[in-house]
């Protein structure tokens, strides 16, 4: 669906979409997840919304348990600005 590239000790991430459907969709969601986890503050804001319990944010890192997670996207939803507290009051 999709491709993801970094390179050690770079800050650049280059994202390719394979999918055709609802790409701009795709790329907005996968933007705020990386958004997320950059500016992460251990908040547990996410941790909270996931009915599920996929997303963790312990020991210094947020992290989503892909076994756990069922994609219903409610971490990412329209429910705070790019699916975050902080990012929300970043954006203000």
């Not at 459907?21 to 908040?43: A, G």
């Not at 941790?47 to 020991?59: F, H, L, R, V």
């Amino acid at each position: 669906m999709f491709q993801i590239e970094t390179q050690k000790n770079s800050r650049i991430i280059k994202l390719q979409i394979n999918e055709n459907k609802n790409k701009l969709l795709l790329r907005q969601r996968i933007e705020c997840q990386l958004r997320k986890y950059q500016i992460c503050i251990q908040c547990a804001a996410c941790d909270s919304i996931c009915k599920q319990g996929a997303i963790k944010t312990t020991e210094g890192h947020y992290h989503v348990d892909a076994e756990r997670c069922v994609h219903c996207m409610d971490c990412i939803a329209s429910k705070h600005l790019g699916g975050c507290l902080i990012n929300e009051i970043l954006q203000q």
